[in-house]
Nanobody
């Protein structure tokens, strides 16, 4: 069983920044891929960014150039730096880990609200 603990959400004005953190309860080297997803009211959950065990990252087109995913192997933690935030970025953000056994685990979610 893998536990993922997210933090860093909150209320920010348009154009502002936030950094989300996702701490895993196991070594990050036991995880194939970690990703950030988001779900806005009435919409399906969508992938925002993902990073593999080797550090390769991918992003949704809507966040390219604004968001950066990174990992701290020593802390078993993945971060999502969100810059130039827009109201349409408002959603609950979830962390997901896919282990080397190809099992998925989800965090509890953290609310991000972009509003003036």
């Amino acid at each position: 069983q893998v536990q993922l603990v997210e933090s860093g959400g909150g209320l920010v004005q348009p154009g502002g920044s936030l950094r989300l953190s996702c701490a895993a309860s196991i070594s990050i080297f036991s995880i194939n891929v970690m990703g950030w997803y988001r779900q806005a009211p009435g919409l399906q959950r969508e992938l925002v960014a993902g990073i593999t065990w080797s550090g390769a990252a991918n992003y949704a087109d809507s966040v390219k150039g604004r968001f950066i995913i990174s990992r701290d192997n020593a802390k078993n933690t993945v971060y999502l730096q969100m810059n130039s935030l827009k109201p349409e970025d408002t959603a609950v953000y979830y962390c997901k880990a896919t282990t080397r056994a190809w099992t998925d685990y989800w965090g509890q979610g953290t609310q991000v609200t972009v509003s003036s």
